[in-house]
């Protein structure tokens, strides 16, 4: 639709609404993480500050956050872990439905948000006895989360992937690849996973950041973790549990952050090309 002038009509807020919407949001995001930095760096002095916390936790002169850098490593063999259970089991099934049994998409869908509605404690109980059972065959590794940690990350990794399906034809795709004589797994591989680049990479990078902050399932279940083991400092040093605390979000955001300029940098070649 266009004026008379021959102007587009643009429907949303103004430049100047666009700008107070930034601002709120990013005070809203920011001031918190100023003040925990602000906290970390007080001394004994009111109105001094230093860096000598963040020194010592990079110099790695001492073993009292032996049990931090513990938690934080069994973290990130969770976030891996967690995100190839997910890869290997939610992508291919949502593929499968969307391309044989698209009847079944919506109990899928409310197999995949259930997790979000059930409290983290209560899904603990459930887990338990399960646990008992993963103890004997795989032991007791932290790592043995990432079984757990697989349903946690559902709601989110399936609406990332389902959004970026319902953006392409996977339909279509797939048969287009038969025809030209490719098995599916070919079709798998080399046509639809790289067409849902985009999704599979949100939902990986939701997963490591619900597995980062996960404290309930590793508590209840005696698993030593990232969140788990700040708790343990704080309790001497809370000081040294906020920095961590403050570095996972930053991490985090990093992470978002790459994603959205990977993506941003497909669709500019995609634009191009």
Do not use: H
Not at 14 to 42: C, H, K, Q, Y
């Amino acid at each position: 639709m266009s004026r008379a002038s021959g102007q587009t009509l643009r429907f949303g807020p103004g430049p100047v609404a666009r700008a107070v919407i930034w601002t709120v949001f990013g005070l809203f995001f920011l001031i918190p993480l100023f003040s925990m930095l602000e906290f970390t760096l007080r001394t004994a002095k009111p109105g001094v500050y230093d860096f000598d916390r963040w020194a010592l936790v990079f110099s790695g002169t001492t073993t009292r956050y032996d049990r931090v850098y513990q938690g934080l490593g069994n973290s990130l063999v969770l976030a891996v872990v967690t995100v190839l259970i997910m890869l290997l089991v939610l992508l291919p099934t949502m593929i499968l439905v969307e391309l044989r049994f698209r009847r079944l998409r919506r109990l899928l869908e409310v197999v995949c948000l259930l997790p979000i509605m059930i409290p983290a404690i209560v899904m603990v109980v459930g887990l338990a006895p399960t646990y008992s059972v993963v103890t004997q065959l795989f032991g007791s590794g932290a790592w043995t989360l990432a079984f757990a940690y697989g349903f946690t990350v559902l709601p989110y990794a399936y609406r990332a992937i389902q959004s970026n399906i319902a953006a392409i034809d996977v339909v279509t795709l797939g048969e287009a690849g038969r025809s030209l004589g490719a098995g599916w797994t070919s079709v798998l591989l080399r046509i639809l996973v790289p067409n849902l680049g985009r999704g599979i990479l949100a939902a990986s990078v939701l997963s490591v950041a619900v597995v980062l902050g996960e404290f309930t399932i590793a508590s209840l279940l005696s698993r030593v973790n990232l969140q788990t083991s700040l708790l343990l400092v704080s309790q001497s040093d809370p000081f040294v549990a906020v920095i961590f605390a403050l570095l996972a979000l930053l991490f985090a955001f990093f992470l978002l952050f790459a994603v959205d300029r990977i993506v941003a940098v497909g669709r500019r070649r995609r634009t191009k090309g």
